[in-house]
């Protein structure tokens, strides 16, 4: 069964920073892995999504990785701003249907004014 | 734009009532799915649905039914609420085929059972 895990589960910095979440994962066989945002009270919001014979996807300031090989994903936040904490949640998708996504319980992640 | 709207955003109910949560998608999309959000545990899949008549249970379904009889909506039915059932649900869809593909929520229902 796949297993997801997000470390570390909360992290703060300074504003201006460059920062970096990690993601991993134990099975390697997967089709695509994705970063959500969720903020307090919200639902969550695509961020990237990552298929799996890609190895980064960028977006403005984020851009995400994927070592599938390795098991893991990190999604590298440039220029931190006050605006930009919220937790931030990946998930894995191994197939086989909506069984097959797996989350993990994200990092919260506050960028000090 | 589209979205996917899930009513109501709160309620609160007392154990062995009914309740329904309604979710709504604009998106077309044919993947649509029901999860609960609890601190210790993430998010945890309810049901899904592929399309149009299909539902299937996922992870934490006892308690719980969905039904699918267009493409917009998938309403969460809680039979007979109890209280392991407070909890935030969130519903989603998607239109992956060979995979779940990109997901987007709603901003999620507070349900509390008291």
């Known amino acids: 069964k796949q297993e997801v895990t997000q470390i570390p589960a909360a992290l703060s910095v300074p504003e201006g920073e460059n920062l970096v979440l990690n993601c991993s994962f134990t099975d390697s066989a997967i089709y695509n892995l994705q970063w959500f945002r969720q903020d307090p009270g919200k639902g969550l919001t695509s961020l990237l999504l990552?298929?799996?014979?890609?190895r980064e996807q960028t977006s403005g300031r984020l851009n995400a990785s994927l070592d599938k090989s390795s098991g893991r994903s990190t999604l590298y936040i440039a220029a931190s701003q006050p605006g930009d904490s919220a937790t931030y949640l990946c998930a894995v998708d191994s197939g086989g249907g909506a069984d097959g996504l797996t989350f993990g319980k994200g990092t919260h992640l506050i960028i000090q004014p | 734009d589209a979205e996917i709207t899930q009513s109501p955003r709160h309620k609160i109910t007392e154990t062995g009532r009914q309740v329904t949560l309604a979710c709504h998608q604009t998106w077309n999309h044919n993947n649509m799915f029901w999860y609960r959000q609890d601190l210790g545990h993430g998010l945890r899949l309810i049901h899904y649905s592929y399309g149009v008549q299909d539902t299937n249970k996922g992870e934490v379904s006892d308690g719980y039914s969905v039904s699918r009889s267009n493409t917009e909506d998938l309403p969460l039915t809680l039979e007979s609420a109890a209280s392991s059932q407070t909890s935030v649900y969130f519903c989603?869809?998607?239109?992956?085929?060979?995979?779940?593909?990109?997901?987007?929520f709603g901003e999620g229902s507070r349900l509390t059972v008291l």
């Open positions: 989603a869809s998607s239109e992956g085929v060979a995979n779940t593909g990109e997901l987007f």
């Open positions: 990552i298929q799996s014979s890609q």
